[in-house]
């Protein structure tokens, strides 16, 4: 058999397509075509005030999915404006079909506890945290501390109020917070075949003993993550890989070892119409689970590789629903109430649904108590800022999560040259502003902090976010 050469990648490997031809049968040569083809960008949209701002970007809706749009250039859209100020996130269209075909099926409740597992670099963590609302709570894991990092630093751009982020082995969850989680979500490491025309380092890494290695380790974390799941609760199993051995095997293997969870069917015309029946195998029917290629639905979505699962657990795997142990719960005692209180009044236009708490050193907004040492909290919440010299100095996740409540604000056009010298970290004009904390907006959405001193503005844009945008 010849190989497909593609536009990006080169060659792809012997033994894949291979197997991706018994796979698809007929279906193969529409894959390839599929292959050939310059893959399809994506963004989520991130309502603010319950408005979408994505200004002049050239994109279109995508049907059936909310705040879900394919980008219709190859600019480095990263350097916008809005994207610095989190008004969206860049994310594969694909990848958005696992939560989203979850919330079609209405198994996130509004004001849910969700744990997303293996979370880095947080697409489906800004969705779940959509899902779950202004009155739930998102762990937002990830085990690798650069990538936790990353994580952390989207977390904070798109200003998301309710989450935890952490940076712990997936055992932690298990052992400390059995039955904890209404919604778990275990985008699981692996072998990335859905990602060869995207990415070519996901070509040059692939090997043919690649997929059983990965099944290994997600079968490894799925049994130390499920005990944390509540009898009732979700589990949403993906992959961005085509091999049978990480996806319908594992699904198999899960309703082996676990007979309390039971697969789900999915049933939103939308997502269907976007996939393709997962392989048949025992114990799981065709259809059970779901599929994308790039040639799904006739080539009309055309993301990447994806697969999903939807599974109940009716039974709990880890005992009850734990008490929060020592060190879970964040530490009052010295927590200087009157200067944050002082603050919070003097800045904000309505104070915070939530009680403000002390961190690691820092004045933090916590969403709620959870169940974990807090070594292996990365942050916790929003930051709101640090008391120095008796008074508080914001940090930058409070301008993003709360700037929409400030009383000073400074609101530009994505295209205004004054927005342009603050994100480069300039000093700019604040004409008919009093003395105080305030925010910078790009059309209507935060994107940084300042401090006025007779009608000057002074930066507070973090140094490594700081761009020169006309270059």
């Known amino acids: 058999m010849k190989n497909s050469v593609n536009r990006t990648n080169g ?14 049968g007929d279906g193969f040569g529409d894959f390839l075509f599929a292959m050939d083809a310059p893959p399809v960008r994506g963004l989520r949209a991130n309502p603010v005030g319950g408005q979408t701002r994505l200004g002049d970007l ?9 705040d879900a749009f394919f ?11 809005l994207h610095h100020a989190g008004a969206f996130y860049l994310q594969e269209p694909a990848a958005m079909l696992p939560i989203a075909a979850a919330v079609a099926e209405g198994l996130i409740p509004r004001g849910a506890r969700a744990l997303d597992l293996c979370a880095a670099p947080g697409g489906k963590t800004f969705q779940l945290a959509s899902a779950v609302g202004e009155d739930g709570l998102l762990v937002s894991n990830e085990i690798n501390p650069s990538r936790c990092a990353v994580l952390a630093g989207n977390v904070e751009r798109l200003g998301l109020r309710r989450v935890v982020v952490t940076n712990a082995d997936s055992r932690a969850f298990g052992e400390y917070a059995p039955g904890f989680f209404d919604v778990l979500a275990v985008d699981a490491p692996c072998s990335g075949e859905g990602m060869f025309r995207k990415t070519p380092e996901a070509v040059a890494e692939w090997s043919p003993a690649s997929p059983a290695s990965c099944a290994e380790r997600q079968r490894s974390i799925l049994t130390a993550a499920l005990p944390s799941l509540k009898a009732g609760g979700i589990l949403i199993y993906s992959t961005c890989t085509y091999a049978p051995e990480e996806n319908e095997e594992t ?40 599929r994308h290629y790039p040639h799904s639905g006739g080539g009309c979505f055309g993301g ?15 005992g009850s629903a734990p008490k929060i142990k020592k060190g879970g719960e964040v530490k009052r005692e010295r927590l200087d109430e009157k200067t944050v209180d002082a603050f ?50 914001p940090h930058h996740a409070f301008f993003s999560a709360y700037g929409i409540d400030f009383q000073r604000k400074l609101d530009f056009p994505s295209a205004d040259p004054a927005l342009a010298a603050y994100l480069h970290g300039d000093v700019i004009p604040a004409p ?3 003395d105080g904390w305030g925010v910078v907006l790009c059309e209507g959405v935060p994107i940084g902090g300042v401090h006025i001193t007779g009608a000057v503005a002074k930066n507070l844009y973090p140094k490594g976010l700081r761009r020169n945008l006309s270059q």
Not at 61 to 66: E, K, N, Q, T
Not at 364 to 385: H, R, S
């Open 11 to 24: 060659e792809l490997p012997e033994a894949f397509l291979s197997r991706m031809q018994k796979i698809l």
């Open 58 to 66: 050239p994109v279109r809706p995508v049907p059936g999915i909310s």
């Open 71 to 81: 980008l219709d250039t190859d600019e480095r859209v990263g350097r916008h404006p």
């Open 251 to 290: 699904v198999a293997w899960l309703l082996r070892e676990y007979p309390a969870l039971t697969l789900l069917p999915v049933t939103d015309s939308t997502v269907l119409s976007y996939t393709d029946p997962g392989l048949p195998r025992e114990g799981v029917p065709a259809g059970a689970t779901r």
């Open 304 to 318: 990447e590789g994806q697969f999903f699962a939807l599974f109940r657990l009716t039974a709990p795997i880890g």
């Open 344 to 393: 919070l009044r003097a800045t904000l236009t309505r104070l915070p649904a939530i009680k403000p708490a002390l961190f690691k050193g820092k004045i933090v907004l916590p969403p709620a108590p959870i169940p974990l040492p807090e070594n292996l909290l990365y942050a916790n919440g929003v930051t709101v800022g640090e008391i120095r010299s008796g008074r508080l100095i």
């Open 432 to 434: 008919d502003l009093s």
